[in-house]
């Protein structure tokens, strides 16, 4: 019962939720983790935390 809870979405996670392009789902991205940096955090290129993601999107 080892269940995997997935931390950060990848460009084809968000193309998929956003029903975009995933070259879009890959700038969406970018703009997020810039924010994200602004912040003062730490950032994966290509992927963005789930929590973050839900906070900016409504799906």
């Known amino acids: 019962m080892n269940e ?3 931390k950060f979405y990848n460009a084809d996670d968000v193309s ?3 029903v975009i392009s995933k070259s879009a789902a890959y700038k969406a991205i970018r703009k997020l983790n810039e924010e994200l940096k ?4 730490f950032t994966i290129s290509g992927k963005v935390p789930v929590k973050y993601f839900e906070e900016k999107f409504y799906c």
């Open 4 to 6: 995997t809870i997935k």
């Open 16 to 18: 998929n939720i956003l």
């Open 38 to 41: 602004v912040k003062g955090y």
